[in-house]
């Protein structure tokens, strides 16, 4: 449900990226307010997962409980805050308020709800549980590309203030029955370890290892290499995936909405991918 909603959007977001730029007119980020916010919410979404890993991870269940559903509630607010940003021609409210409220619920989902407790939670068999929470996520993207494009498209750019307000409470709704009956933490439950015989054999070295800590880590250049390309790659390919309908309407000449239902369609090869 949650990845669906809130890392759907996150690979989504690309029949926005027009409309709210051009909200700006006049204004010297008009046209490209959606990348330089793209570039907050990662900023924003890497540092809240490595609060949760590293910080957040080794508090009580309970507390960890309060904090992923503190994200899953903060989300809505990230659309409201862009709807008053547009509503207001106000720039700083954008990058200042709303796509940082999105990077935070962003990094709680996807970098550790998704990736640390999916697999504690299905443990050898987290190929299974990550192939669901993709698929869903990509599903989530594809269908949210859809609603933004056609109902903005159905509208009109000039509505696109109304647009946000709907699309603030789709997703507070959405947020709303997620958090009653469906948050994850509810159902956390870590796969117990495995047997000594299971742990046996091939997989020795790795039962037998020792993790580094953090200290460690942080004097290993290894490290910051890898952050470095991982973050590079992760950045550069999700800025093409959110301005994709954007880049398919300047590139082949394509009306909007023909660039939107264009982006559909990739998006429907990577949610079977997914």
């Known amino acids: 449900w949650f990845q669906f ?4 959007v996150f690979y989504g977001l690309s029949p926005l990226a027009l409309p709210v730029g051009l909200a700006f007119k006049g204004h010297e980020l008009s046209g490209g307010l959606m990348f330089y916010g793209f570039a907050v919410m990662m900023a924003s979404q890497s540092i809240t997962a490595g609060f949760c890993i590293f910080v957040v991870h080794t508090w009580s269940q309970k507390m960890r409980s309060y904090f992923v559903n503190a994200a899953y509630a ?3 607010f990230g659309f409201t805050f862009l ?8 720039t ?5 308020g709303a796509f940082p409220v999105m990077g935070f619920s962003i990094g709680v989902q996807v970098g550790y709800v998704h990736l640390v407790l999916t697999s504690e939670m299905w443990g050898r068999r987290v190929n299974i549980g990550h192939a669901l929470t993709g698929g869903f996520s990509a599903t989530g993207a594809l269908a949210w590309n859809f609603v933004f494009g056609e109902v903005i498209n159905a509208l009109g750019f000039e509505q696109i203030v109304s647009a946000l307000w709907i699309f603030a409470a789709i997703h507070s709704v959405g947020m709303l029955v997620g958090l009653v009956s469906l948050s994850p933490m509810k159902h956390y439950q870590p796969m117990a370890a495995e ?4 742990a046996s054999g091939k997989d ?10 953090l200290a460690e880590l942080s004097r290993d250049w290894r490290v910051y290499v890898f952050t470095f390309v991982v973050e590079s790659l992760f950045f550069a390919g999700l800025t093409m995936k959110t301005l994709m309908s954007e880049l398919f309407e300047t590139i082949l000449d394509l009306e909007y909405v023909h660039a939107v239902r264009y982006s559909g369609g990739c998006l429907i090869v990577y949610a079977v991918a997914r």
């Open 83 to 90: 709807a008053l940003s547009v509503q207001l021609q106000s």
């Open 74 to 76: 903060a989300w809505p």
């Open 5 to 8: 909603f809130i890392s759907g």
């Open 92 to 96: 700083a409210l954008a990058l200042l």
């Open 204 to 213: 020795d070295d790795v039962a037998s290892s020792h993790a580094m800590t």
């Open 195 to 198: 047997s000594s015989e299971q």
